[in-house]
């Protein structure tokens, strides 16, 4: 599975964007996915997760209310990203983990990776 992000740009305080990761290889309709992001000067973060089946989400906290994982088809799966703040700003990067089963929140637990895409938020 090859993952590619895109979506990211320029924003500001309060506003939004949505990011999109998109598949080629395979469908995702077998794998959970995630989303992670990494400031400048620190370590990669959960953000949020979705199940295979759509059933089940969930969010890091700083997130929670604010953004919003989900998947439209069996090749694509989004983040809404509303009421952005600077301390979003971050390379975002998608992940899959093939299983029908639960949702994950490690990045070791995800065994495919995009590129990354850039989000800055100015205030």
């Known amino acids: 599975v090859q993952l590619q992000a895109s979506g990211g740009g320029l924003a500001q305080a309060g506003g939004s964007l949505r990011l999109s990761c998109a598949a080629s290889?395979?469908?995702?309709?077998?794998?959970?996915m995630g989303w992670f992001r990494q400031a400048p000067g620190k370590e990669r973060e959960f953000v949020a997760a979705?199940?295979?089946?759509?059933?089940?989400t969930n969010y890091a906290d700083s997130v929670k209310g604010r953004f919003t994982i989900s998947r439209d088809n069996a090749k694509t799966f989004y983040l809404q990203m509303n009421s952005l703040k600077p301390e979003d700003t971050a390379v975002y990067y998608c992940?899959?983990?093939?299983?029908?089963?639960?949702?994950?929140?490690?990045?070791?637990?995800?065994?495919?990776w995009g590129q990354g895409t850039l989000v800055t938020v100015s205030s």
């Open positions: 992940a899959a983990r093939p299983t029908y089963i639960g949702i994950y929140y490690k990045e070791y637990e995800y065994g495919y």
């Open positions: 290889g395979r469908t995702f309709s077998n794998y959970a």
């Open positions: 979705i199940s295979a089946s759509s059933s089940s």
